[in-house]
Protein backbone atom coordinates (compact mmCIF):
# COMPACT_ATOMS: atom_id res chain seq x y z
CA UNK A 1 0.00 0.00 0.00
CA UNK A 2 1.89 3.12 -0.97
CA UNK A 3 2.03 6.31 1.36
CA UNK A 4 2.06 9.79 -0.14
CA UNK A 5 4.24 10.25 -2.79
CA UNK A 6 5.86 13.49 -3.78
CA UNK A 7 7.68 14.91 -6.83
CA UNK A 8 9.99 15.70 -7.62
CA UNK A 9 12.32 15.11 -5.07
CA UNK A 10 14.86 18.18 -5.38
CA UNK A 11 14.49 21.75 -7.29
CA UNK A 12 16.63 24.10 -7.62
CA UNK A 13 15.31 27.75 -9.03
CA UNK A 14 15.90 31.28 -9.24
CA UNK A 15 14.36 34.14 -8.37
CA UNK A 16 11.18 35.32 -10.18
CA UNK A 17 10.67 31.66 -11.45
CA UNK A 18 7.59 29.70 -11.18
CA UNK A 19 7.28 26.41 -9.74
CA UNK A 20 5.10 23.35 -9.69
CA UNK A 21 5.20 20.71 -6.94
CA UNK A 22 3.19 17.35 -7.37
CA UNK A 23 1.54 15.12 -4.71
CA UNK A 24 -0.37 11.64 -4.48
CA UNK A 25 -2.12 10.59 -1.60
CA UNK A 26 -2.35 7.84 0.21
CA UNK A 27 -4.63 5.29 -1.00
CA UNK A 28 -8.26 5.52 0.55
CA UNK A 29 -7.53 9.32 1.13
CA UNK A 30 -9.10 11.74 -0.27
CA UNK A 31 -7.80 15.02 1.63
CA UNK A 32 -4.52 16.62 0.57
CA UNK A 33 -2.65 18.97 2.91
CA UNK A 34 0.17 21.55 2.35
CA UNK A 35 2.81 22.71 4.79
CA UNK A 36 6.08 24.47 4.34
CA UNK A 37 8.76 23.20 6.63
CA UNK A 38 11.94 25.64 6.51
CA UNK A 39 15.22 24.75 7.80
CA UNK A 40 15.36 23.95 11.53
CA UNK A 41 11.57 24.45 12.11
CA UNK A 42 8.73 23.15 12.37
CA UNK A 43 5.62 22.59 9.37
CA UNK A 44 3.41 25.43 8.31
CA UNK A 45 -0.02 25.26 6.78
CA UNK A 46 -0.47 26.54 3.66
CA UNK A 47 -3.60 24.94 2.55
CA UNK A 48 -5.87 22.51 2.30
CA UNK A 49 -7.58 20.72 -0.45
CA UNK A 50 -10.91 18.80 -0.18
CA UNK A 51 -14.02 17.73 -2.87
CA UNK A 52 -11.06 20.06 -5.43
CA UNK A 53 -11.89 22.70 -3.57
CA UNK A 54 -9.56 24.92 -1.34
CA UNK A 55 -10.59 24.84 1.91
CA UNK A 56 -8.42 27.13 4.30
CA UNK A 57 -5.60 29.05 3.68
CA UNK A 58 -2.69 29.22 5.92
CA UNK A 59 -0.89 32.70 6.27
CA UNK A 60 0.91 32.93 2.83
CA UNK A 61 0.45 35.29 0.05
CA UNK A 62 -1.53 34.51 -3.04
CA UNK A 63 2.04 33.53 -4.80
CA UNK A 64 1.56 30.12 -3.61
CA UNK A 65 -1.47 28.41 -5.01
CA UNK A 66 -2.90 24.46 -5.46
CA UNK A 67 -5.46 22.46 -6.93
CA UNK A 68 -6.68 18.93 -6.30
CA UNK A 69 -7.65 16.55 -9.94
CA UNK A 70 -10.44 14.17 -9.51
CA UNK A 71 -8.32 11.69 -8.09
CA UNK A 72 -7.39 13.22 -5.36
CA UNK A 73 -3.75 14.04 -6.17
CA UNK A 74 -2.84 17.93 -5.61
CA UNK A 75 -0.45 20.50 -7.02
CA UNK A 76 1.36 23.41 -5.36
CA UNK A 77 2.34 26.08 -7.41
CA UNK A 78 4.37 29.29 -5.62
CA UNK A 79 4.83 32.16 -8.73
CA UNK A 80 7.37 34.81 -8.47
CA UNK A 81 9.95 32.88 -6.42
CA UNK A 82 11.68 34.90 -3.53
CA UNK A 83 14.83 33.62 -1.69
CA UNK A 84 12.74 32.97 1.58
CA UNK A 85 10.70 30.60 -0.39
CA UNK A 86 13.82 27.86 -0.14
CA UNK A 87 12.20 25.35 2.62
CA UNK A 88 10.64 21.63 2.38
CA UNK A 89 7.34 21.63 0.94
CA UNK A 90 5.43 18.50 2.69
CA UNK A 91 2.17 17.01 1.43
CA UNK A 92 0.31 15.28 3.84
CA UNK A 93 -2.75 13.49 3.38
CA UNK A 94 -5.75 11.86 5.34
CA UNK A 95 -9.79 10.61 5.18
CA UNK A 96 -13.24 11.77 5.30
CA UNK A 97 -12.56 15.62 4.60
CA UNK A 98 -9.81 15.55 7.24
CA UNK A 99 -10.21 13.74 9.69
CA UNK A 100 -7.07 12.92 11.59
CA UNK A 101 -4.70 11.36 11.37
CA UNK A 102 -2.63 13.27 8.75
CA UNK A 103 0.16 10.88 7.00
CA UNK A 104 3.10 12.84 5.27
CA UNK A 105 5.04 12.25 2.22
CA UNK A 106 8.90 12.92 2.76
CA UNK A 107 8.36 16.04 1.11
CA UNK A 108 10.60 18.31 -1.95
CA UNK A 109 13.18 20.41 -1.04
CA UNK A 110 13.23 23.56 -2.88
CA UNK A 111 16.21 25.59 -3.09
CA UNK A 112 16.29 29.41 -4.93
CA UNK A 113 19.42 30.92 -5.92
CA UNK B 1 -3.52 31.66 20.78
CA UNK B 2 -2.45 29.51 17.63
CA UNK B 3 0.85 28.75 19.08
CA UNK B 4 2.22 25.44 20.28
CA UNK B 5 5.43 26.09 22.47
CA UNK B 6 7.82 23.32 22.29
CA UNK B 7 10.85 22.43 24.64
CA UNK B 8 14.20 21.48 24.99
CA UNK B 9 15.48 22.59 21.45
CA UNK B 10 17.52 19.67 21.88
CA UNK B 11 18.33 16.77 24.26
CA UNK B 12 21.25 14.45 24.71
CA UNK B 13 20.78 11.26 26.32
CA UNK B 14 22.79 7.68 27.49
CA UNK B 15 21.02 4.66 26.09
CA UNK B 16 18.10 3.18 28.17
CA UNK B 17 17.83 6.86 29.52
CA UNK B 18 14.57 8.28 29.65
CA UNK B 19 14.20 11.44 27.62
CA UNK B 20 10.98 14.21 28.32
CA UNK B 21 10.11 16.36 25.38
CA UNK B 22 7.29 18.97 26.37
CA UNK B 23 4.48 21.10 24.86
CA UNK B 24 2.00 23.44 25.92
CA UNK B 25 -0.70 24.97 24.06
CA UNK B 26 -2.82 28.20 24.62
CA UNK B 27 -5.86 27.74 22.28
CA UNK B 28 -8.41 24.80 24.26
CA UNK B 29 -10.22 24.60 21.39
CA UNK B 30 -7.46 21.79 20.05
CA UNK B 31 -8.63 18.07 20.68
CA UNK B 32 -6.21 16.53 19.03
CA UNK B 33 -2.16 16.31 19.76
CA UNK B 34 -0.02 14.19 18.00
CA UNK B 35 3.56 13.59 18.14
CA UNK B 36 5.67 13.06 14.53
CA UNK B 37 9.42 11.96 14.36
CA UNK B 38 11.25 13.45 11.30
CA UNK B 39 15.08 11.78 10.53
CA UNK B 40 16.96 13.46 8.04
CA UNK B 41 15.75 13.62 4.38
CA UNK B 42 12.63 12.22 5.48
CA UNK B 43 8.78 13.81 5.89
CA UNK B 44 7.19 13.52 9.70
CA UNK B 45 5.66 10.21 10.84
CA UNK B 46 3.05 10.32 13.33
CA UNK B 47 4.57 8.48 16.44
CA UNK B 48 1.48 8.57 19.01
CA UNK B 49 -1.13 10.72 19.29
CA UNK B 50 -3.47 11.62 22.39
CA UNK B 51 -7.32 13.48 22.76
CA UNK B 52 -7.98 15.21 26.01
CA UNK B 53 -10.48 13.16 27.72
CA UNK B 54 -7.60 10.62 28.78
CA UNK B 55 -4.47 11.75 30.70
CA UNK B 56 -2.12 9.20 28.91
CA UNK B 57 -1.60 6.75 26.35
CA UNK B 58 1.29 4.40 25.75
CA UNK B 59 2.60 2.20 22.35
CA UNK B 60 5.43 0.64 22.81
CA UNK B 61 8.02 2.53 24.53
CA UNK B 62 6.53 5.90 23.75
CA UNK B 63 4.05 7.26 26.16
CA UNK B 64 2.20 10.67 26.12
CA UNK B 65 1.09 12.68 29.51
CA UNK B 66 -1.40 14.97 28.89
CA UNK B 67 -2.15 18.12 31.40
CA UNK B 68 -5.77 19.63 30.38
CA UNK B 69 -5.66 22.18 33.26
CA UNK B 70 -2.04 23.00 32.82
CA UNK B 71 -2.76 23.24 28.62
CA UNK B 72 0.27 20.66 28.57
CA UNK B 73 1.34 17.42 27.18
CA UNK B 74 4.51 15.44 26.89
CA UNK B 75 6.51 12.84 25.16
CA UNK B 76 8.25 10.10 27.11
CA UNK B 77 10.44 7.40 25.49
CA UNK B 78 11.54 4.63 27.58
CA UNK B 79 14.59 2.61 27.04
CA UNK B 80 16.17 5.07 24.42
CA UNK B 81 18.11 3.39 21.70
CA UNK B 82 20.36 5.13 19.17
CA UNK B 83 17.78 4.70 16.46
CA UNK B 84 15.58 7.22 18.37
CA UNK B 85 17.74 9.92 17.35
CA UNK B 86 15.52 12.21 15.47
CA UNK B 87 13.83 15.37 15.50
CA UNK B 88 10.30 15.56 17.51
CA UNK B 89 7.76 17.52 16.64
CA UNK B 90 4.60 18.17 18.72
CA UNK B 91 1.14 19.33 17.24
CA UNK B 92 -2.08 20.00 17.78
CA UNK B 93 -5.30 20.84 16.14
CA UNK B 94 -8.96 21.26 16.07
CA UNK B 95 -10.50 18.07 15.16
CA UNK B 96 -13.71 19.55 14.39
CA UNK B 97 -12.86 22.71 12.77
CA UNK B 98 -12.91 23.57 8.99
CA UNK B 99 -9.76 21.76 7.54
CA UNK B 100 -8.21 20.30 11.20
CA UNK B 101 -4.59 21.98 10.33
CA UNK B 102 -1.66 20.98 12.27
CA UNK B 103 -0.14 23.49 14.59
CA UNK B 104 2.90 22.38 15.21
CA UNK B 105 5.83 22.92 17.49
CA UNK B 106 9.29 24.22 17.05
CA UNK B 107 11.27 20.83 17.21
CA UNK B 108 13.19 18.88 19.45
CA UNK B 109 16.51 17.35 17.86
CA UNK B 110 17.60 14.22 20.37
CA UNK B 111 20.76 12.50 20.16
CA UNK B 112 20.83 9.18 21.85
CA UNK B 113 24.44 8.09 22.63
CA UNK B 114 25.50 4.42 22.25
Known amino acids: DAGVTQSPTHLIKTRGQQVTLRCSPKSGHDTVSWYQQALGQGPQFIFQYYEEEERQRGNFPDRFSGHQFPNYSSELNVNALLLGDSALYLCASSSRGGNQPQHFGDGTRLSIL | QQQVKQSPQSLIVQKGGIPIINCAYENTAFDYFPWYQQFPGKGPALLIA?????SEKKEGRFTISFNKSAKQFSLHIMDSQPGDSATYFC?????????????FGTGTLLAVQP
Open chain 2, 50 to 54: IRPDV
Open chain 2, 91 to 103: AATREGGATNKLI
